[in-house]
């Protein structure tokens, strides 16, 4: 389908939209707009409600440290402020002054405490969950202060007044959390250091070398370079502490206070967009004015319990529902913008998200670009700009490039085929790309050094960081990598990060290649090679060999044949075979195209989860079952089908786990990735991840919703049961803000965005068609999705505003007014509806009899008339789609 725009298929393209789609004729309309009540969906209280926070608890910056280079007795550390970080200053020196900088001018080196023992700060305030507060008590009203650190004598003090130590009002983002899971670790800190060296006759050698370094709790330490150069210039002209204590207090007084904190999902759409303006209602918080806001809330999940009806919804006649509505149809409709802007805007959003016009001088300037936010810092009377990344995850640390690490280690001579072949490594025999070789070693925990001899430090602790970045999945999927990562080492730390199980370090040393025994992959930057170890420990648990045991098939499965001989895939060595050349073959065609750096990272994430997602099948396939994702389960239809009615029987009816196109391909894959599952499952990051599903924060539903878009997307064949139980618990459950956003975050532009849900508007069956048009509304209505919508195709779009104004006219009666276009006197086009705000439409054309002593409210035609009018609708109207049965 049209959608995937840039290039790249993850998945099997789809033909799904051919096995569902009938016929279509498209015309033009023209319709007065819907007048419905003022009513605020919940994702607009959801929004509303949730205030922005201070996304860390500590300071930005724990320690400033300075080192210097002596001729006579090496390097040495000579200031830390505000006080010793309780670390070996001879180690830290030696990682802030990197190998060869007397040959450069300007050098970065990027490091992290406590991650070894000696490493490790002493009485480490990273971990406290506290904060000191001073509160005046002649101004109770005013927010607290933080106390400064260059201040802190005056906690001995007696008698200053109100000093509380509390818990911030605030919690910490999920992710932020769930960095450390065991409470006996302590959080990172990370550490990047700006290295200058200055020509001067006057001393020995003819050259100073100085490095000042800045230690804080966020991974974005890029934000400090700025600050970095100006602060460690300062220090040459001014050799003093109050240098450090000058950068320390200027840091530290960054003020991130109206900093958006977004959820793990919210930050998945972010990477994946490229629009400046997603999430852009997260950046100021106008309140809803409740003397403008109906009393009633239409859309209700309790509503849903019962879907009985839906296969046959009785519509209420357009005199009841005439009197239903908050005001009548407008005589005189207002001009509205042209159909073929396709902006159907929702009055409720906008009257929400945009402030009153008379406080607009007051309110926050909307930002350039949401995937950032923008803040200051004053140093010595200059104010500089800083961009705080708004999308990237703990797990991200700095700044780093997939797009450079692939196409350093890409080229056909990568790999030295002199070592030996490791099932865990060569998971397509010695056809392996470099890359995935690179991932395996990743994800099974292998000893991993990068040699960037001849190269600036600061190039081999990006590769460094970009390969902890390739094996968590860009830090959305998987944990652990940040804090077995060494970016930059050198023999001083040689026998502290060895003792660390599956370290990834870089050097510049070229001492290391010699001692094959420390490391199982070495890659060495400058040549592009990839070296694996003579001395490489073997797995010590033997091989299991490839025999799934496939669940029962449904019947949406049984019409599905493949036709193809029971060939030996799994031992295929062919190029054309492997699934992951076929996945390399794609990013290298994306970068070949000069697609940017954010699509690069989306696209290892998805291949990173589907990884997780097909481990958990082969776990089920010989452990019996899985603890890291949803378990296997296809569609089932019920020997009670036509008694299902709650909407938690049409749950159980629904399928789970990872979605593959057929059966051959799921051989295929699940062989290719069989030796890596089993070298993953031995690993500290296999075991994080089992907490963290544990823990039962991954998803906001009780049902696998990844598996049900995989299906509308990978599928040749679904029956028109599942479509239709799929459509009604989609439009049952997903209500919310938090389940809007998780559901669009499993729809990125470049995989189609809501086009495979958009697949159901063409369906033969009436009732999948209000499904689907009644989900598609709900997720206009918000203002990401409505982002997304504006994304989809003009064919789509159209197929969407003809259904929902057809659903509109058979509930309110004389709302279309001609099946043609019917131009105002400003010669726009009335093509749009603009209402979205009206009660559910679902909810509309099931009402029943009304009881009581008033009558009945609503009337209600015969179920054989109302079949009968529509066919005769869509056969006969100019204004719809037909669609012959």
Known sequence: MNGNTNGINSETNSPASNSILRSSRSASLSFEPFQSPRTPPSFIQDLSS????????GPHAAFVLLAEFDIDTGSGLKHQYPRPTGTSEHMLADLMLPDGAHDRTEDWTVFFLNQTPRLTIENDLSTSKEEILITDPDKPDESETHLSPKKSSILNDPSTPNLDSKKPDHDDDDDEKN???????????????????????????GAICKAMAVCSPHPYIQIFKPILLLALEDYFVNPSIDCLAKLYDALNTMDISGMPRLSHFERMILRCSERPDMFEEKFSFPTLDSSEVSPHFASNRNSHANLGSLSSPPLPSSASMNKRLSGPLSPHPQPMPSSSSFILSNPLVSHALVSNPSSSSTAPKRPKDTHFYDTKINYSGKSIPVRIPLQTFPEEVGEYSLIQLVQTFSSPNALNYNGPLHPHLHTSGVLTHPI?????????????????????????????????????????????????????????????????????????????????????????????????SKDITMSSQPMRSFSPIPPERSLTEMTLTTGVASTNLANSTTKSDSVDHSFMDDIISAITSHLGEPIIRARFTDYVSRFVRVASRWEEDHLGTSSIAPNTKLFTIPSTYLNTNTLEEKIEMLGSGPVFADEVLMKRELSANSARIEGWRETRSYQLHCQRRARGTNTNFGFDAHHQLSRLRMSQRISEVEVQAMHEVLVAKVQTHQEIIEILSYAPHYLGGLSPFTYGLFHSSEIIRSLCVEFIRRIESHPTGQKFFQGLNTFHKLAYQRLAHYMYKRISGSFLVNSNTNTNTNGNSNGVLSNYGSPNLLQQSQMGNGTGGGGNEYEVQDQSEVMEQSLFDKRHSGSYVIFED
């Open 50 to 57: 949730s205030p922005p926070s201070n996304s860390s608890i």
């Open 179 to 205: 960095d450390d899971l065991e409470t006996n670790e302590s959080k990172l800190l990370y550490v990047i250091s700006l290295v200058r060296t200055k020509k001067d006759n006057t001393v020995r050698r």
């Open 436 to 532: 995935i070789l690179l991932f395996n070693a990743l994800v099974t925990q292998k000893r991993i050094m990068f040699l960037g001899h001849g190269l600036p430090a600061g190039v081999v602790a990006q590769m460094v960081l970009a390969a902890c970045a390739l094996g968590s999945g860009c830090g959305g999927v998987l944990e652990g990598y940040a804090r077995r990562a060494f970016p930059y080492s050198n023999l001083t730390i040689y026998e502290d990060f060895k003792a660390v199980p599956g370290y990834i370090a870089g050097v510049t040393n070229p001492i290391f290649e010699l001692h094959t025994e420390a490391w199982d992959v070495f890659c060495n930057i400058e040549t592009g090679k990839i070296t694996i």
